[in-house]
């Protein structure tokens, strides 16, 4: 079976900084990629994802992911972190209908 | 929009007891899914329908757990009977189109607890 691995469960990081969460799953065929985040009180939600074309993919609230077919990674990446962005985030993979979530990445953004 | 709905929102049980959670996807959403998330791990797949028939079930422990979604709309996930390890947070999502393929939408989840 396949799995998902969140390297990182807490992040702390200052405003401003640069984030970049990793994400790797173990599954050698075709697959799809999300990133889910959940706010403090809030349900999950898409973040972005990946189906195919350019690995590079970017979502909402300038969070980017990049697709790495060979090291089967997903980063999640944001240039410059905001308080806000406070919220735990799930890195997600779907093969052949069998869809694996990470455990989770809780970052948290100091202001 | 209106979302994804669950309820109850939350529940405390005993264990051995039986409880029953409810789910009513995205209207026109022909795809829903019960995820169980056991504090500190992401949600895991227990199941799936593509309207009233299940895609895959194979993390359902079906000794205790069966879930049915008898018009390909509204969904219910019953433990019969319940274990401390239940104890959990069980997630219901939707999306529009064939499994796996599309943005799941979730709803905000029933906390359960079993003493």
């Known amino acids: 079976a396949q799995s998902v691995s969140q390297h990182n469960h807490h992040v702390i990081l200052s405003e401003a900084a640069s984030l970049e969460l990793g994400c790797n799953y173990s599954?050698?065929?075709?697959?799809?990629l999300f990133w889910y985040v959940q706010y403090p009180g809030q349900h999950l939600q898409l973040l972005l994802k990946?189906?195919?074309?350019?690995?590079l993919v970017k979502g909402i609230k300038g969070f980017e992911a990049e697709f790495i077919k060979s090291k089967f990674s997903f980063n999640l990446r944001k240039p410059s972190v905001q308080w806000s962005d406070t919220a735990e985030y799930f890195c997600?993979?779907?093969?052949?209908?069998?869809?694996?979530f990470g455990a989770g990445t809780r970052l948290t953004v100091k202001p | 929009e209106a979302g994804v709905a669950q309820s109850p929102r939350y529940k405390i049980i005993e264990k051995r007891q039986s409880v029953a959670f409810w789910c009513n996807p995205i209207?026109?959403?022909?795809?829903l899914y019960w995820y169980q998330q056991i504090l500190g791990q992401g949600p895991k797949l227990l199941i799936q329908?593509?309207?009233?028939?299940?895609?895959?079930d194979s993390q359902l422990p079906k000794d205790r757990f069966s879930a049915e979604r008898l018009k390909g709309v509204d969904s219910t996930l019953k433990i019969q009977p319940a274990k401390l390890e239940d104890s959990a947070v069980y997630l219901c999502?939707?999306?529009?189109?064939?499994?796996?393929?599309?943005?799941?939408?979730f709803g905000p989840g029933t906390r359960l607890t079993v003493l």
């Open positions: 999502a939707s999306s529009p189109a064939l499994p796996g393929t599309d943005t799941q939408y």
């Open positions: 599954y050698g065929g075709t697959v799809n």
């Open positions: 990946y189906f195919s074309g350019d690995p």
């Open positions: 997600a993979v779907n093969a052949d209908n069998d869809m694996r």
């Open positions: 209207s026109g959403h022909a795809t």
């Open positions: 329908f593509q309207n009233n028939g299940v895609v895959d």
